[in-house]
């Protein structure tokens, strides 16, 4: 089979991230590409992030509790809440798009235009690209963190 994992950092834009991932969506929708083609996200909170209360590092679940702890105070509509919550974690995230194109061998013509399409359209001209192919060094190492990734 011939596996490819493309990597594209957003840094913090994840509003970029978003278009890419509906844009992945539809090709795969539009081309049937069905499992040959599939993507995950991976964030990864900024070490500039803010502590806890405790000196941990702020997480979903601490930035829940923080939350809740004001909403008791002072009731706020839920949807300012999550949109507080998501402009929070976006801007101290780095946000990285992960891509799996997995053709079977006699599809290496269609495997190779996916390799050069992908970076070439809009949303992903913005980010930093890498492409990881089966006999790279690094290959394993990104294949066990996609398959890792939910």
Same mark, same amino acid.
């Given at each position: 089979?011939? /596996?490819?994992?493309?990597?594209?950092? &957003?840094?913090?834009?994840?509003?970029?991230?978003?278009?890419? @991932?509906h844009?992945?969506?539809a090709?795969? /929708?539009?081309?049937?590409?069905? $499992?040959?083609i599939?993507?995950?996200f991976?964030?990864?909170?900024?070490?500039?992030?803010?502590?806890?209360?405790?000196?941990?590092?702020? =997480?979903?679940?601490?930035?829940?509790? $923080?939350?809740?702890? =004001?909403?008791?105070?002072?009731?706020?509509?839920? *949807?300012?809440?999550?949109?507080?919550?998501?402009?929070?974690?976006?801007?101290? !995230?780095?946000?990285?798009?992960?891509?799996?194109?997995?053709? !079977?061998?006699?599809?290496?013509?269609?495997?190779? @235009?996916?390799?050069?399409?992908?970076?070439?359209?809009?949303?992903?001209?913005?980010? $930093?690209?890498? *492409?990881? @192919? *089966?006999?790279?060094?690094? &290959?394993?190492?990104?294949?066990?963190? &996609?398959?890792?990734?939910?």
């Amino acid at each position: 089979m011939a /596996q490819s994992i493309l990597v594209f950092d &957003f840094g913090s834009n994840e509003e970029a991230a978003q278009q890419a @991932r509906h844009k992945v969506a539809a090709w795969a /929708q539009s081309f049937r590409l069905g $499992k040959k083609i599939l993507l995950k996200f991976d964030r990864e909170e900024s070490s500039a992030a803010t502590d806890g209360e405790d000196g941990e590092p702020a =997480t979903e679940a601490s930035a829940k509790s $923080k939350s809740s702890k =004001t909403e008791s105070a002072a009731p706020r509509r839920e *949807t300012d809440s999550k949109t507080e919550m998501s402009e929070n974690s976006a801007a101290g !995230s780095r946000v990285r798009l992960l891509i799996r194109l997995d053709f !079977s061998d006699h599809e290496k013509l269609s495997h190779q @235009r996916w390799l050069v399409r992908i970076p070439a359209e809009e949303p992903f001209k913005s980010a $930093k690209a890498e *492409t990881i @192919r *089966t006999g790279d060094t690094a &290959f394993a190492k990104t294949a066990k963190l &996609f398959d890792s990734l939910d």
